[in-house]
C-alpha cells in the first residue's frame, strides 16, 4: 500500500495477507528497493503516487493493481494491460450515492440553497428575504456521459420532472432519451450539462468554451467527472462573464487545489470530492478493493477488471 487507505482496508488486508504500509517508511525509496522482489500486489486510490510506468516497474512480480474508486485515471492500464497486470477498480456500489450527489448539486446550483443557508446566518434575512432563484420547472438535463452512474442520476432526475438528453461516443439502445453526437449541440438543447464521464486524456477539456458558449446565459455546469474533462480556465471565464449562469462542482482539475476565483465566486456551488463520501458506500468500495487482491491471491481470479486489463488474461505478461 503506498499510501494510507481507508482503516478498513488496512484491516482487511492485514487479515489475508502480508500488508507492507511504504508510507510508514522512514525511507520510502530504499523501502520499495527491499520489497520489490515480493511485492505480487497494490492497493491504490486517491493517493499521492501515480500508478504509472515509471512506479509500477519498480515491481517486477507485480500481478495485480486495486484501486480504491470507480474511476482510474490515476493508473496507467494500457502499460499494465501490455505487462499482463490486472487492474480493478469498485463500480456499481457507489452509483445511488454519486447518483445522489449529482441531484443535491443540482439542487444547490439552481435553488442557490447553501447561499440562503449562509443569508440566514449573515442576520440578512432580519432585513428582508432571500431573492428569488431559478428553478427546475420544465428544464432539460443533458447529461455527458450516460453510463452506471449518468443512468442513476437520469432515473432520479426523470421524477423530478426533467426531460432528459444524453451525449457519448455510441448511442444507447436501451433508453428512450434524447442522443446528441455533438456535445455542442446538446449543450445548446439543454439547461442543466452533467458530466460523469471517465478522466484521463480522452476526455481532456471535453467542456471548453465553445460548449460552455453554447450552453448559453441561463445555463447551469455540473461537474461530478473529473476536473480535467472541463477546461477550468474556460469555465472560470465563462463564470466571470455570466455567459452560463451557474456551475456546480464535485471536482476540480488540481485537487485538493481549487482555484480562488471560484472560491470568490458567490454565484458557483462548490463540493470537496464527496460524490461517493458516505460511510457506508466507502465501507462496500473499501471492501471490494479488499476482496479483489484477496480473491485473486487465492487463485479465483479479480472481481471487477477494468476493461483495458480482461481477466483470464488476454496476453502473457512480459513484466
Ligand atoms: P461508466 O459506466 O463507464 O460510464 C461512463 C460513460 O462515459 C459511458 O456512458 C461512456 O459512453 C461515456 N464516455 C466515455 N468516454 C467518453 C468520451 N470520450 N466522450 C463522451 N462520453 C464518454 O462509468 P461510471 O461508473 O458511470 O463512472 C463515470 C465516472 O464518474 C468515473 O470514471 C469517475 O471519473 C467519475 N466519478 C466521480 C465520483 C465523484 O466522487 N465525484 C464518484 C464516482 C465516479 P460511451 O462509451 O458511449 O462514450
Ligand atoms: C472517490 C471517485 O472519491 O470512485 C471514484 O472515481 O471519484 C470517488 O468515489 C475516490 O475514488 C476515492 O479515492
Redesign the pocket.
Known sequence: MPDPLPAMIVKGLEQGSKLHKLWEASDRDKALKDLAPRIRGLATGGGLTRMDGTFLSRLPKLEIVSSY???Y?NVDVKWAGERGIIVTNT?DV?NEE?ADTAIGLILCAVRQFPQADRYLRDGKWLQKPFPLTATLRGRTLGI???????KAIAKRAETFGLKIAY????RQADVDYKYFASLVEMARAVDILLV????GA??KH?VNAQVLEALGPEGVLIN???GSVVDEAALIEALRARKIMTAGL??FANEPRVPQELIEMEHVVLFP?V??ASVHTRNAMGQLVVDNLLSYAAGRGPLTPVAETPWPREKSGAH
Do not use: F, K, Q
Not at 144 to 150: A, K, M, P, S
Open positions: 474508486g470507480v474511476g485515471d463500480p457507489l454519486v455527458v456521459g450516460l453510463g452506471r452512474i449518468g451525449h457519448g461516443r455510441n460523469i464521464t471517465p478522466g480522452e476526455t471535453l461530478v467527472a473529473r464535485d471536482v470530492h460524490g461517493s
